[in-house]
């Protein structure tokens, strides 16, 4: 297998990222929809999603560095589905189980342990539930879990055709 296709992906990976990221500062910026702290944290693995495959498609790596980039851009888009999908959980919770409003994200860096700020902010707030946008029916939430998910998938093709490919031209020694 050549590794052209991997690069085409890499690069592909990265203007998906850099699109969707752009529609989320459209709609942070230009819409006035405020994130909240979940949806900051999709945010960061989506931008650091994005720089991994922007990083990879200009590097054009050999094999073994194609699996390192892949694995790492497909663990960002995994822990990016796993935050949408704790946030479109928290959706079909009735908000008065949740807190009304949580610190600040200065606050929680300045005086809480990364563990604790974790914490807080995956129990979600007000905030986190609020559906103040949808296209076709579907919240912000849970574009960005397809979203994650069809990066996942883009991701396992393009490893199992490393692999696949290295199990038909094995490499001589």
Same mark, same amino acid.
């Given at each position: 297998?050549?590794?052209?296709?991997?690069?085409?992906?890499?690069?592909?990976?990265?203007?998906?990222?850099?699109?969707?990221?752009?529609?989320?500062?459209?709609?942070?910026?230009?819409?006035?929809?405020?994130?909240?702290?979940?949806?900051?944290?999709?945010?960061?693995?989506?931008?650091?999603?994005?720089?991994?495959?922007?990083?990879?498609?200009?590097?054009?790596?050999?094999? =073994?560095?194609?699996?390192?980039?892949? #694995?790492?851009?497909? +663990?960002?888009?995994? &822990? %990016? /589905?796993?935050?949408?999908?704790?946030?479109?959980?928290?959706?079909?919770?009735?908000?008065?189980?949740?807190?009304?409003?949580?610190?600040?994200?200065?606050?929680?860096?300045?005086?809480?342990?990364?563990?604790?700020?974790?914490?807080?902010?995956?129990?979600?707030?007000?905030?986190?539930?609020?559906?103040?946008?949808?296209?076709?029916?579907? =919240?912000?939430?849970?574009?960005?879990? #397809?979203?994650?998910? +069809?990066?996942?998938? &883009? %991701? /396992?093709?393009?490893?199992?055709?490393?692999?696949?490919?290295?199990?038909?031209?094995?490499?001589?020694?």
């Amino acid at each position: 297998m050549s590794l052209a296709p991997s690069r085409s992906l890499f690069f592909l990976a990265f203007m998906a990222g850099a699109l969707t990221l752009g529609a989320s500062f459209y709609l942070e910026f230009g819409a006035s929809l405020r994130p909240c702290f979940l949806c900051q944290i999709q945010r960061i693995f989506l931008a650091a999603f994005t720089l991994i495959n922007l990083v990879a498609a200009i590097h054009n790596p050999r094999r =073994s560095a194609v699996c390192l980039y892949g #694995l790492a851009g497909m +663990g960002c888009a995994l &822990l %990016g /589905a796993i935050t949408a999908v704790r946030q479109v959980l928290l959706q079909n919770v009735a908000s008065d189980q949740l807190a009304d409003c949580g610190p600040s994200l200065h606050y929680m860096i300045e005086n809480l342990s990364l563990w604790q700020a974790l914490q807080l902010t995956v129990k979600g707030t007000v905030d986190c539930v609020e559906i103040n946008w949808t296209l076709f029916d579907l =919240s912000l939430p849970e574009w960005s879990l #397809l979203f994650f998910l +069809g990066m996942l998938v &883009l %991701g /396992a093709v393009q490893f199992s055709g490393v692999l696949m490919g290295q199990r038909l031209h094995p490499t001589r020694h």
